[in-house]
């Protein structure tokens, strides 16, 4: 039984982004998928790409969702 690449500890990873800034990591010699775009910077063991996804993807709502929750803060009431 082959084991998921995703699941070697001994892999490369990246980090990827994506327009809603929801984050996922990513072997390093996969190609990045449409509508991604890697970290720059960002390259090393699945630890070291974890631990950036962690201290960097604070808030797990997309952010068209954070951004339209930000504009009904700013909308006069309708009372």
Known sequence: MSTS???RE???FIVLVNHEDQYSIWPHWKAV???W???DG???DKKTA???VEKNWTDMRPKSLRDWMAAQED???AL
């Open 5 to 7: 690449c995703f699941d």
């Open 10 to 12: 001994d892999e490369t």
């Open 37 to 39: 775009m890697a970290v």
């Open 33 to 35: 998928p449409s509508g």
């Open 50 to 52: 974890l631990d950036y």
């Open 42 to 44: 960002v390259k090393g």
């Open 75 to 77: 909308a006069p009431s």
